[in-house]
């Protein structure tokens, strides 16, 4: 079973359901109860047309659905209008799909939520990471957007804001987490750059070209990660870096500085160092400080007090941890790696080792479990 496949066709088999007339909330169940039933299917029959297949089994899934609800008779002259079997339209309606999830009725927070989940494709776990909250927090937040949406006709779009955090968290979990999204989230991008004339917009995705040109050298052959500044430099898409840097650059000059604009000039300058030891720290402590100051967020305040510790020395950095709350994910990862550059190792391994335990996914506790062992085994030479 090819899960990106699914994953792939989900939102265009989604938009087909809509534009048919079928209200966002009934088409995504029935789309899900259809991407179930490939599961158990596909293995021993595969379709010649998975597209195809799949439109026909959610449209049937969504008016065996309108059928029971009582309060819904009115739409059984819907069949009538059931997909003929063939090859479906190929239509992207992805894009199109984000904006209508990030409707007006909706909260922007409660709008994202169930695009990712409905469009993106991620986890209600994976959404409730991005957002720092229980995950029963997030499945109640994404029920209650359903449930407001649940009917209601998309034909009021929602703002470029919304659409923008949606593909930014959706990069993120693609470059970082258990399923692969990153690039699919820098193809709608650049769709969205494309259609808009918007500073942020291009911030975006000079951001993600920065990071994402990265991506080769971000792990070992045995799937290890491997942090930045060991990371072989000559594995960097020098092509990606050379159009971030020229968007950005663009974007920049505009003078409207937004929070996608300030992550893509921290990676730019990354970027730029030839070695670790000649990153520009001061200036980039000086990007988090204006990142800060839009943001005010504590993930932000925990890459700066990184930032610090290496522009300022290791003490520096430590002071700046203190007033962020110790339960914040990564947070005890990042007090470790400024113990070790301080000399204190008995601490540092303690750290890395509670680190390990709170890691969001494998490859992040085996590395910080590596990094405990190392340097407990220092200390017994």
Not at 46 to 70: E, I, M, S, Y
Not at 166 to 184: C, H, M
């Amino acid at each position: 079973m090819n899960e990106l496949l699914l994953r792939s066709l989900t939102p265009s088999v989604l938009g087909i359901l809509v534009r048919r007339g079928a209200a966002f909330a009934a088409a995504e169940d029935a789309v899900q109860d259809a991407l179930v039933e490939a599961v158990r299917v596909w293995p021993a029959d595969p379709p010649r047309d998975p597209k195809g297949w799949l439109v026909t089994v959610a449209w049937r899934r969504f008016l065996d659905a309108t059928r029971a609800d009582a309060a819904r008779r009115r739409r059984e002259d819907l069949v009538d209008e059931e997909p003929a079997p063939g090859p479906a339209p190929a239509v992207d309606d992805t894009l199109q799909l984000y904006f209508l999830c990030a409707h007006p009725s909706l909260t922007p927070s409660s709008a994202v939520a169930l695009t990712l989940r409905a469009v993106g494709g991620l986890t209600t776990r994976q959404i409730a990471q991005a957002y720092l909250v229980p995950e029963a927090t997030m499945a109640q937040r994404i029920s209650r957007a359903k449930r407001t949406v649940s009917g209601v006709r998309f034909d009021q779009p929602g703002n470029v804001a919304t659409v923008l955090r949606v593909l930014y968290l959706v990069f993120n979990e693609g470059y970082s987490g258990d399923v692969d999204l990153a690039a699919e989230a820098i193809r709608l991008t650049r769709q969205l750059a494309a259609a808009i004339d918007h500073p942020e917009v291009a911030g975006l995705l000079a951001l993600m070209l920065l990071h994402h040109a990265r991506r080769a050298a971000r792990t070992a052959p045995d799937g290890s990660l491997v942090p930045l500044a060991e990371q072989d430099r000559g594995r960097w898409d020098t092509e990606s870096i050379t159009e971030g840097v020229e968007i950005l650059q663009a974007a920049l000059a505009r003078d409207r500085l937004g929070e996608f604009q300030a992550q893509a000039a921290i990676a730019a300058l990354h970027a730029d160092a030839p070695i670790a030891e000649e990153t520009d720290w001061v200036q980039i402590v000086e990007w988090y400080d204006e990142l800060t100051r839009l943001t005010d967020s504590p993930v932000v305040r925990l890459n700066r007090a990184v930032a610090v510790g290496e522009a300022d020395g290791p003490r520096a950095g430590l002071a700046a941890l203190v007033a962020l709350d110790e339960s914040l994910p990564r947070r005890a990862a990042v007090a470790a790696y400024l113990h070790e550059r301080a000399g204190d190792l008995a601490t540092a391994a303690r750290l890395y080792a509670e680190a390990a335990q709170k890691a969001p996914n494998l490859a992040e506790r085996d590395h910080l479990t590596r990094q405990a062992a190392r340097l407990n085994a220092r200390g017994c030479r």
